[in-house]
């Protein structure tokens, strides 16, 4: 049963500390995206990668996000430092683009960020 | 770029249809899709449909598309309680590459 999986999947932090979250999209996948989810904001793309080439990430502040695929298996979003307005869901997606248009998305069980 | 607009809440009781709407703005959308979520899980991709299409039925999903208006709508006939979900209408934008979904339709099913 493939699926995409996260880790963590609960994170809680103190202000100014580093977050890593890490993300395995689904083997073959050639796209992979970063969701943040919160109650105010609702659902916003971060970034995503082709072929683990980032294509976009105009939805991250660049000043402490950063979002990486060091290879086809992992995919990371680093917060540095962290701030109490990033407490949020951050859900990771994978997909297959073969640069037609159906763009169905995989989603991943999310981490859920807490910093305090 | 595409905007997505939906309603938040809809409660409704067993047994009857729900129906959850939404409008986007972006008419160069190929395929517009409905997601799903649940409790403490990820969104799941419930059905989509064609912008050719007026209309889509898979099993007690109806999917209704308005390309004049750019509304879309989601009809589940005969709701479950495992239907109680939060439902995304998402559409495309940047030439297929992003998904921009909506704030979500949060469904109450009640006895």
């Known amino acids: 049963d493939a699926r995409v999986t996260q880790t963590p999947r609960h994170k809680v932090t103190e202000m100014g500390q580093e977050v890593t979250m890490r993300c395995q999209p689904i083997?073959?996948?050639?796209?992979v995206f970063w969701y943040r989810q919160t109650m105010m904001q609702g659902l916003e793309l971060l970034a995503y990668?082709?072929?683990?080439?980032?294509?976009?990430d105009s939805g991250m502040p660049k000043d402490r996000f950063s979002a990486e695929m060091p290879d086809a298996t992992l995919a990371t979003l680093k917060i540095q430092p962290s701030e109490p307005r990033d407490s949020a869901v951050y859900f990771c997606?994978?997909?297959?683009?073969?640069?037609?248009?159906?763009?169905?998305?995989?989603f991943g069980p999310g981490t859920r960020l807490t910093v305090l | 770029g595409e905007d997505v607009e939906q309603s938040l809440f809809l409660s409704v009781r067993e047994g009857d249809s729900s129906v959850i709407n939404c409008t986007y703005t972006?008419?160069?959308?190929?395929?517009l899709y409905w997601y799903k979520q649940e409790p403490g899980a990820g969104l799941q991709l419930l059905t989509y449909?064609?912008?050719?299409?007026d209309m889509k039925q898979d099993q007690r999903l109806t999917v209704l598309l308005n390309k004049k208006d750019k509304h879309l709508s989601l009809r589940i006939a005969d709701t479950q309680t495992g239907d109680s979900a939060i439902y995304f209408c998402?559409?495309?934008?940047?030439?297929?590459?992003?998904?921009?979904f909506g704030a979500g339709t949060r469904l109450a099913v009640h006895p």
């Open positions: 997606a994978s997909g297959i683009l073969a640069g037609g248009p159906y763009n169905e998305q995989f």
């Open positions: 083997l073959g996948h050639n796209t």
């Open positions: 990668f082709r072929n683990r080439a980032p294509l976009d």
């Open positions: 972006d008419s160069s959308s190929t395929y």
């Open positions: 449909i064609f912008s050719n299409m």
């Open positions: 998402a559409g495309e934008s940047g030439g297929y590459n992003k998904l921009i």
